[in-house]
T-cell receptor, first 113, second 109 residues
Framework: IAGITQAPTSQILAAGRRMTLRCTQDMRHNAMYWYRQDLGLGLRLIHYSNTAGTTGKGEVPDGYSVSRANTDDFPLTLASAVPSQTSVYFCASSEKGSTDTQYFGPGTRLTVL | GQNIDQPTEMTATEGAIVQINCTYQ??????LFWYQQHAGEAPTFLSY??LDGLEEKGRFSSFLSRSKGYSYLLLKELQMKDSASYLC??????????WGAGTKLIIKP
């Protein structure tokens, strides 16, 4: 089934640990995005990639890094997790880039203790 | 700063009509999106407006007035499955999406 997959579905993590959230899409979309969603706030963009090999910073990039080695995968890494990074993380993709509609993965619920 | 405002919560009755408003103040405008998000699930695309006026798609319609910085999502013949959060997002001059916090719609029988 075409779409976006994310792993893990949920995770509890000790502060200071390193964690990589995985995102894979099979729609051959050029652009991919990472958002976090917190209660009472709108989705906030962490990092994005308009095409394989390029990445950019969003609204809240501090503490996160991304890579885009190929079209399909866009992992998000927390180098040293802190409790304020407790959130639901959504990966999204769009066909051509920022001018297109974004489609979302199922999300990863991350708790940092 | 950039701002998207929508009501936090609304309640409506099954079979009725509800209008969810969204006002925005952004640096530039390159389109407005509405997404639906059921609890614990991903946002799913509902509608896109870039020109003033009404876009109709089945039971759902979305309206845009760029001069007023205003949009609404109209849901007709409400069904219980319409209980969800509805997210308004505006694409700014940098083509990044600015998201509202969402409106939680509760449908009562």
């Amino acid at each position: 089934i075409a779409g976006i997959t994310q792993a893990p579905t949920s995770q509890i993590l000790a502060a200071g640990r390193r964690m990589t959230l995985r995102c894979t899409q099979d729609m051959r979309h050029n652009a991919m995005y990472w958002y976090r969603q917190d209660l009472g706030l709108g989705l906030r963009l962490i990092h994005y990639s308009n095409t394989a090999g390029t990445t950019g910073k969003g609204e809240v990039p501090d503490g996160y890094s991304v890579s885009r080695a190929n079209t399909d995968d866009f992992p998000l890494t927390l180098a040293s997790a802190v409790p304020s990074q407790t959130s639901v993380y959504f990966c999204a993709s769009s066909e051509k880039g920022s001018t297109d509609t974004q489609y979302f993965g199922p999300g990863t619920r991350l708790t940092v203790l | 700063g950039q701002n998207i405002d929508q009501p936090t919560e609304m309640t409506a009755t099954e079979g009725a009509i509800v209008q969810i408003n969204c006002t925005y103040q952004t640096s530039g405008f390159n389109g407005l999106f509405w997404y639906q998000q059921h609890a614990g699930e991903a946002p799913t695309f509902l509608s896109y407006n870039v020109l003033d006026g009404l876009e109709e798609k089945g039971r759902f319609s979305s309206f845009l007035s760029r001069s007023k910085g205003y949009s609404y999502l109209l849901l007709k013949e409400l069904q219980m499955k319409d209980s969800a959060s509805y997210l308004c997002a505006v694409r700014d001059s940098n083509y990044q999406l600015i998201w509202g916090a969402g409106t939680k719609l509760i449908i009562k029988p």
